[in-house]
């Protein structure tokens, strides 16, 4: 299994207060993202990053943001919590195919975050 | 932009039989891939099988086949000889082929899911 950890695994928190997911990975692959999963609308991608300080926004980052100061850690920051932001976070990461990598993604074990 | 739909929210099948989950996607691309993911009730994504659009042939993974129609945007998966941990749900994915180093790559585009259930 590639080596990916989120931190935490669970957890709850209250409306309007901050949060920040963590992703770990031992893979030193260059590609590292962040999706949430929701019924009826399987897994979006929320942000990505293609390298250490560089990022950008996916399908639904209103409310997000991201960091990468470190190859192998990339951090999601819901800056004011809201009921919206109830979902499943999953990190995923890939080398990427312009680089001789393989076109895939490789995923944590998800983060069920519960706003209330 | 490229969309996944997947129009079976439910679906359940005999154990030792066989049942196949509909995918189609809109894209303008002329090279990418699709994939099949399995997600258990651990939460945890497994890849299942992944299908090259610029290849004819139909991947098989075991017990897993697709059926890949490129001209009409379908790629549905079969499973054979469904097995109690088969159980899950399985999500349809786009991604783009993407050879320049430029580009940020392996962007995935999901459909909503379909619950399969095995029974005995």
């Known amino acids: 299994d590639a080596g990916i950890t989120q931190s935490p695994r669970h957890k709850v928190t209250e409306t309007g207060t901050p949060v920040t997911l963590r992703c770990h990975q031992t893979e030193n692959h260059r590609y590292m993202y962040w999706y949430r999963q929701d019924p009826g609308h399987g897994l979006r991608l929320i942000h990505y990053s293609y390298g250490v300080k560089d990022t950008d926004k996916g399908e639904v980052s209103d409310g997000y943001s991201v960091s990468r100061s470190k190859t192998e850690d990339f951090l999601l920051t819901l800056e004011s919590a809201t009921s919206s932001q109830t979902s499943v976070y999953f990190c995923a990461i890939s080398e990427g195919q312009g680089r001789g990598g393989q076109p895939e993604a490789f995923f944590g074990q998800g983060t069920r975050l519960t706003v209330v | 932009a490229q969309t996944v739909t997947q129009s079976q929210p439910e679906m359940s099948v005999q154990e030792a039989e066989t049942v196949t989950l509909s995918c189609t996607y809109d894209t303008s691309e002329n090279n990418y891939y699709l994939f099949w993911y399995k997600q258990p009730p651990s939460r945890q994504m497994i890849l299942v099988i992944r299908q090259e659009a610029y290849k004819q042939q139909n991947a098989t993974e075991n017990r897993f086949s697709v059926n890949f129609q490129k001209a009409a945007k379908s790629f549905s998966l079969k499973i054979s000889d469904s097995q109690l941990g088969d159980t899950a749900m399985y999500f349809c994915?786009?991604?783009?082929?993407?050879?320049?180093?430029?580009?940020?790559?392996?962007?995935?585009?999901f459909g909503a899911g379909t619950i399969l259930r095995v029974k005995s």
């Open positions: 994915a786009f991604m783009k082929h993407e050879v320049d180093v430029t580009e940020y790559g392996n962007k995935l585009v």
